[in-house]
């Protein structure tokens, strides 16, 4: 079994081109592969998420700014999402909060009395990590589990799944020592909670620190706070 999060940064060029940014994710996976991915090998389940022909092996890509993240999980039944972020002010981040978050996210994102940035980012990767992982859509972040529960546990994240098997979140922060900054959620669902290995695929790199980890078991009651 193993567990990787390729990661990748394009040129300024590559960035503002889809093309590129597609071919360098299809070139991480091929590469943790250890074989060349042709289009024949993956096909998408009835809500859309790719996924590979009779393998033990899942996958889920994101892609934000001039970063791509890879998250790769080879085990008998082990899914896996992820989603990264730029960190970046949106015209419309309270309105996304007050229709996608629930109550206690809001709170845990507005704590301070104004909008903080990097725990709406928190939220909104490790939702839509989940979704990536379940093969949901983005409409469908309204009614993902909450991912702060102060009745239980204050202002950390938490999250109860409605799972038959565990789930393992973990929530990284990464920098360029300048001025970027991302926020990456990834996910695996299984028996085998296995911890990611980070593997760069780009000559540069970036500060990469874990932010939190949230373990989900399929009984509410088993759920663990994260150490922060």
Same mark, same amino acid.
């Given at each position: 079994?193993?567990?990787?999060? $390729?990661?990748?940064?394009?040129?300024?060029?590559?960035?503002?081109?889809? =093309?590129?940014?597609?071919?360098?994710?299809?070139?991480? +996976?091929?590469?943790?592969?250890?074989?060349? !991915?042709?289009?024949?090998?993956?096909?998408?389940?009835? %809500?859309?998420?790719?996924?590979?022909?009779?393998?033990?092996?899942?996958?889920?890509?994101?892609?934000?700014?001039? +970063?791509?993240?890879?998250?790769?999980?080879? %085990?008998? $039944?082990?899914?896996? %999402?992820?989603? @990264?972020?730029?960190?970046?002010?949106?015209?419309?981040?309270?309105? @996304?909060?007050?229709?996608?978050?629930?109550?206690?996210?809001?709170?845990?994102?507005?704590?301070? $009395?104004?909008?903080?940035?990097?725990?709406? #980012?928190?939220?909104?990767?490790?939702?839509?990590?989940?979704?990536?992982?379940r093969g949901l859509g983005v409409f469908d972040m309204p009614?993902?589990?909450?991912?702060?529960?102060?009745?239980? #546990? %204050?202002?950390?994240?938490?999250?109860?799944?409605?799972?038959?098997?565990?789930?393992?979140? =973990?929530?990284?922060? +990464?920098?360029?020592?300048?001025?970027?900054? #991302?926020?990456?959620?990834?996910? !695996?669902?299984?028996?085998?909670?296995?911890?990611?290995?980070?593997?760069?695929?780009?000559?540069?790199?970036?500060?990469?620190?874990?932010?939190?980890?949230?373990?989900?078991?399929?009984?509410?009651?088993?759920?663990?706070?994260?150490?922060?």
């Open positions: 079994m193993s567990y990787y999060i $390729g990661l990748s940064i394009l040129s300024n060029k590559e960035t503002r081109s889809k =093309r590129p940014s597609s071919a360098e994710s299809r070139q991480i +996976l091929s590469l943790l592969e250890g074989k060349t !991915v042709e289009d024949s090998d993956i096909t998408k389940e009835a %809500g859309g998420r790719p996924y590979f022909k009779g393998g033990e092996t899942d996958f889920s890509i994101s892609h934000s700014g001039g +970063l791509i993240a890879v998250s790769h999980v080879r %085990g008998s $039944g082990i899914r896996t %999402g992820c989603d @990264i972020e730029l960190v970046k002010s949106r015209s419309k981040m309270a309105q @996304i909060a007050e229709n996608c978050f629930s109550p206690d996210e809001n709170n845990y994102i507005f704590s301070g $009395g104004t909008l903080d940035e990097i725990r709406f #980012y928190e939220i909104w990767t490790l939702k839509e990590c989940f979704i990536k992982l009614k993902i589990p909450s991912f702060v529960n102060s009745h239980f #546990y %204050g202002q950390e994240l938490s999250f109860f799944a409605d799972a038959s098997l565990p789930i393992l979140f =973990r929530l990284y922060e +990464l920098t360029d020592g300048q001025k970027e900054r #991302y926020i990456m959620a990834s996910a !695996v669902e299984g028996d085998a909670q296995l911890k990611p290995e980070i593997r760069w695929f780009s000559t540069s790199t970036f500060a990469c620190k874990i932010r939190a980890e949230i373990k989900a078991a399929p009984n509410p009651a088993q759920t663990v706070s994260p150490k922060r």
